[in-house]
């Protein structure tokens, strides 16, 4: 498990795990390369077949310490609030960082990342796949995936799952799902505003790719009459 804590005036990402089925939890420890200044979180986590864990998480150390945008940003683990301004420059900022516990240092997968928007990782085979909510020029905040095929060592460069074009000045709060089925073709899963909406008229929808670069058009999910929910298990 991986979760957001503080420390000091920064915060940092800690880690335990548990090999006897959650009956008992080993010691805490620090993710590597998540004690630099500044805010972090948003982090997602998947163990490969060989027993591999790859971390990915939103960070943010590049705001300037003591800025009106770094001291509203108090507590990642509660996300800020989608009517506080997130600029396209501001985002520029944010980058999008994946690691492989114990084979390599953290590194950077994409910078100009809605930074309040949660990530999704799964690692089948040597693929690793992760996705997240990026900042497009002209603000557009729509879906992005990066895939390795060698356990996380190199990633290709972000592809754009879907041509929403949806601009907001702030950050939406909301972030993609990624699942892969037997074919290992990479399903993604998110919300965005419908057609001629806001964010008071949020849908789902499904895209489907066998190679995490070109993706089926967008289909709409039925949602009504269902709870706001994250799935635990990432395999479709």
């Known amino acids: 498990m991986i979760w957001t804590t503080a420390a000091g005036k920064t915060w940092r990402l800690l880690m335990a795990r548990s090999t006897d089925g959650a009956r008992s939890v080993g010691a805490t420890s620090a993710v590597p390369g998540t004690d630099g200044p500044g805010t972090r979180g948003w982090e997602s986590v998947a163990v490969d077949p060989r027993g591999r864990v790859v971390v990915a998480w939103v960070d943010h150390r590049e705001w300037e310490p003591g800025s009106a945008t770094a001291k509203s940003e108090k507590q990642p683990a509660s996300h800020a609030s989608h009517e506080m301004s997130d600029s396209e420059e501001k985002a520029g900022l944010s980058t999008l960082l994946v690691t492989t516990l114990g084979a ?53 460069a972000p592809a754009r799952v879907s041509n929403d074009r949806w601009k907001f000045d702030g950050c939406p709060d909301n972030g993609p799902t990624v699942a892969i089925d037997r074919q290992r ?15 008071s008229q949020m849908v789902m929808y499904h895209a489907v790719s066998p190679d995490g670069r070109a993706f089926s058009p967008r289909q709409r999910i039925t949602t009504k009459g269902l709870p706001r929910a994250r799935a635990g298990r990432h395999r479709a």
């Not at 997240?132 to 095929?149: C, L, M, Q, Y």
């Not at 965005?192 to 909406?197: A, I, N, V």
């Open 185 to 199: 073709r990479a399903h993604v899963f998110w919300v965005t505003p419908q057609e001629g909406g806001d964010v």
């Open 104 to 156: 390599n240092a953290p590194r950077e997968i994409a910078r100009s990342v809605c930074y309040c928007c949660k990530t999704s990782l799964v690692a089948v085979g040597n693929d690793v796949h992760v996705v997240w909510r990026h900042v497009f020029p002209g603000n557009e905040r729509d879906i992005a995936i990066a895939t390795s095929r060698d356990g996380g060592q190199r990633f290709s």
